[in-house]
């Protein structure tokens, strides 16, 4: 019988939202394109029978009110498969892996958006402080029973002293591209599972300032499913990754 973690649930099912012009201030994440500028896709299908290429996510959000001083976006994203273990081909990052090295990050935004607006102006520079196994209690647990099937990746990005950003409420800001190449993907000493479906959330991102107190956390949608995105086509449950409020820097200290 199949695992319960297979359907869809009712959140995740409401992959194809409403543009960001009905969107309420919060998280979005699409494939290719940013959310506001209409084209991105919310299921990414790969045929898997090419080395060559790469897959992006755009992460972006929209805020409440104003907020002066920005210096960077802190942001976290869950990944979880229908199997128990997260398939081969998702181990992309660290050393010993199959695919080391497959995992990145651009800072640059898409010259052609019209709605979505680079929150840095491109000054930004970024990297991945994590891609980990499970999720420790403090940043909300995940059942024990899908552990081996998640990874939690942590990404910061910011912008020189000098060239602090004043963010405006209301208007969708692109924050990060996530990219994920295929090599390995077919022939020798390709690496197993790229077919298998997977489910990307964007958890929340921390918008930091120089004054701690200024911060301003998002941790949710900006509409129903709008930070959500899967990978070949319906599988887990999206609403099983874990979700907690948490500081970047209590973030941080679980990966030292």
């Known amino acids: 019988m199949m695992r319960k973690i297979l359907g ?23 494939w290719s394109f940013c959310a506001g500028e ?8 790969f045929a898997c029978a090419s ?16 907020l002066a001083q920005v210096s960077g976006n802190e942001l976290v994203l869950d990944l979880l498969s229908q199997s128990a273990t997260l398939p081969a081909w998702w181990d992309m990052k660290n050393p010993g892996t199959c695919r080391t090295g497959s995992l990145a990050v651009a800072v640059a935004a898409d010259a052609n958006n019209v709605v979505c607006v680079d929150w840095a102006a491109g000054g930004a520079t970024g990297g991945i402080g994590a891609y980990a196994t499970g999720t420790p209690p403090s940043m909300g647990s995940i059942d024990n029973s899908l552990a081996g099937q ?3 990746l942590v ?16 208007t969708e800001y692109f924050s990060i591209n996530v990219t994920v190449n295929n090599q390995k993907s077919v022939g020798a000493g390709s690496c197993a599972g790229c077919t298998e479906p997977i489910c990307i959330v ?18 949710n949608a900006s509409a129903a499913g709008s930070n959500i995105v899967t990978w070949q086509g319906a599988g887990p449950n999206c609403a099983s990754v874990p979700t907690k409020n948490q500081t970047w820097g209590q973030v941080k200290a679980l990966y030292r």
Not at 8 to 30: D, E, I, N, R, Y
């Open 38 to 45: 209409g084209t991105g896709l919310s299921d990414k299908t």
């Open 202 to 219: 964007l958890n929340s991102i921390n918008l930091t300032t120089p004054v701690l107190e200024n911060n301003v956390f998002i941790g």
């Open 150 to 152: 998640h990874r939690r």
């Open 51 to 66: 080395n060559t290429g790469s897959n992006t996510l755009v992460c972006s959000f929209e805020l409440t009110s104003d």
């Open 8 to 30: 869809l649930s009712v959140v995740a099912a409401m992959l194809c939202v409403a543009s960001s012009a009905f969107a309420a201030p919060g998280l979005s994440l699409k």
């Open 155 to 170: 990404i910061a990005t910011a912008v020189p002293p000098d060239a602090l950003q004043d963010l405006t409420a209301n």
